[in-house]
């Protein structure tokens, strides 16, 4: 059989200079991968905390179904932007009310009521203390203010900060051990001054609130 005309270049015939690139490009690849392991470079990313249905697109439907709740919600966040907070957790992730609001039948928002909104504030500035200070960086926050209802649905305890005052319920990105050790460090150093409250749940999940300086569920 007469040999597959070459091209004007006198390199392989067209039909196979796909099947030539792609050998190439997948030689490349492996060169890559090779030169990652020898450098000793990470190929796995760092785990980031697991994701919650409750975006800014369900926090934009939620408060649109009530005028007073865009009111009040407009009102915090104005007060929050004079202090210099509002930029320091995205709204759709500090007024989540409780991860069961499902089960427990509640609403998947809370804002919470005005005479609280001076601890969502020092909540809020605990948290970027602690992010200036490098003990911790990226969080999934599942639950902010709670009412008593949702409150004694979800299992908190009677007298929680969720509805007596503010806290926020996270999982750390990355290493949460690690994550919960470095709390347990700026609980002891300054917990004090912040009158810090610092727990951890079953599930690992980690409770910081400025109700009053305590701890539970953690070794420290």
């Not at 006198?10 to 200079?17: F, I, N």
């Not at 030539?20 to 490349?28: E, K, V």
């Not at 939620?62 to 907070?85: C, F, I, K, N, Y």
């Not at 599942?142 to 004694?152: E, I, K, P, Q």
Request: a positive charge.
């Amino acid at each position: 059989m007469r040999r597959a005309r070459r091209d004007a270049a006198g390199g392989l015939p067209p039909a196979s200079q796909p099947f030539g690139l792609a050998l190439r490009l997948a030689a490349g690849v492996a060169l890559s991968l090779s030169l990652s392991l020898a450098s000793g470079q990470a190929l796995v990313a760092e785990p980031q905390p697991p994701a919650d249905e409750r975006d800014e697109r369900l926090l934009q439907q939620w408060l649109d179904e009530s005028p007073e709740r865009q009111a009040t919600h407009a009102a915090l966040m104005a007060q929050l932007q004079q202090e210099g907070l509002a930029q320091v957790l995205p709204p759709h992730q500090f007024l989540r009310s409780a991860s069961s609001w499902r089960v427990c039948e509640g609403q998947p928002f809370a804002v919470p009521p005005p005479e609280l909104w001076a601890k969502v504030a020092q909540v809020l500035r605990l948290f970027e203390a602690l992010r200036n200070a490098g003990v911790l960086a990226d969080v999934q926050v599942h639950s902010g203010y709670r009412d008593g209802a949702l409150n004694r649905c979800a299992g908190g305890a009677p007298g929680s900060a969720h509805w007596r005052a503010f806290a926020l319920d996270i999982t750390p990105a990355g290493d949460a051990a690690a994550a919960a050790q470095r709390l347990c460090r700026f609980w002891h150093e300054h917990g004090p001054t912040w009158q810090m409250g610092f727990g951890q749940y079953p599930s690992g999940r980690l409770h910081i609130d400025t109700l009053r300086w305590r701890r539970w569920g953690v070794g420290c």
